[in-house]
Nanobody, 125 residues
Framework: QVQLVESGGGLVQAGGSLRLSCAAS????????MGWFRQAPGKEREFVAR????????YYADSVKGRFTISRDNAQNTVSLQMNRLKPEDTAVYYC??????????????????WGQGTQVTVSS
């Protein structure tokens, strides 16, 4: 069982930046694909970004491409999401997720086996 704990959320003005981190309990963290998702009030959880276990392949939602960067440190069992040029529509609870066995559906929540508890990001206009 992998435990994931997110941190780094908060309140920021539009145009600002935040860096989210996700710490994993599993020593085999390096074998998992890792993703970030977000969920705004009244909306479904949506894909934000994903990195492969080796960090050689990344995917981004079109809405965040060019503004957000996902990275991982397998030695520290962490994955991060650097968010720049934030917009009010980025406001959501952000979740990190771990994927034991990748089937290609990187944007599908059902691809992921473990989830963190989420961290709130609020962007004011």
């Amino acid at each position: 069982q992998v435990q994931l704990v997110e941190s780094g959320g908060g309140l920021v003005q539009a145009g600002g930046s935040l860096r989210l981190s996700c710490a994993a309990s599993e020593r085999t963290f390096g074998r998992y694909g890792m993703g970030w998702f977000r969920q705004a009030p009244g909306k479904e959880r949506e894909f934000v970004a994903r990195t492969s276990f080796s960090d050689s392949t990344t995917y981004y939602a079109d809405s965040v491409k060019g503004r957000f960067t996902i990275s991982r440190d397998n030695a520290q069992n962490t994955v991060s999401l650097q968010m720049n040029r934030l917009k009010p529509e980025d406001t959501a609870v952000y979740y990190c997720a771990a994927d034991r066995s990748y089937s290609g559906r990187y944007a599908d929540t059902r691809e992921y086996d473990y989830w963190g508890q989420g961290t709130q990001v609020t962007v004011s206009s």
